[in-house]
């Protein structure tokens, strides 16, 4: 990931409500796995969303995937999205709307706590959470490290 530290930082200074979720959560409780960019659960309302989009303009945001879309420049052009895979100046990025195994922002939002991250407070999903999560997809990238993070878990639960 190029840079994480600026994409955060960007979304926190526009006020953006959201939770890192994903590879890069799992490294915040203590995974040693390597991730390449940042999956955040955002609200998508048309307030959040709409300061999403005008943080990250800066920073050229454009499709990762082939979707035959463009970015939405305002939020009445985003109706229907549950999913924003982004490639940026600054690294890639996934906003998504919900995550399995929790449901939507609300849902991952209660089940997250405040990390200090590069001196600031940042939401990440909590660690019984994100294995909720890694477990209901079941994708063999979210099933190998599962066993690293139940282990984490077990570790620092003291048994």
Do not use: Y
Not at 11 to 23: H, I, K, R, S, T
Not at 37 to 52: G, K, V, Y
Not at 108 to 134: F, M, N, Y
């Amino acid at each position: 990931m190029r840079n994480m530290k600026e994409l955060v930082g960007r979304l926190l200074d526009a006020g953006v409500e959201f939770v890192v979720v994903g590879g890069f959560a799992a490294v915040t409780h203590g995974s040693t796995r390597l991730t390449q960019d940042i999956d955040l659960c955002a609200s998508f309302d048309p307030e959040n969303l709409q300061r999403a989009i005008d943080a990250l303009r800066p920073v050229q945001p454009r499709p990762s995937i082939p979707v035959g879309e463009e970015i939405p420049q305002v939020v009445e052009e985003s109706d229907g999205f549950v999913s924003l895979h982004l490639e940026t100046d600054a690294g890639d990025l996934e906003l998504h709307s919900g995550i399995a195994g929790e449901g939507g922002f609300a849902e991952v939002r209660r089940r997250s706590i405040e990390v200090g991250l590069w001196g600031r407070e940042v939401r990440v999903i909590d660690l019984d959470a994100l294995i909720d999560a890694k477990r209901a997809l079941k994708r063999p990238k979210d099933l190998e490290v599962l066993s690293e993070l139940e282990e984490i878990r077990r570790r620092t639960r003291g048994g």
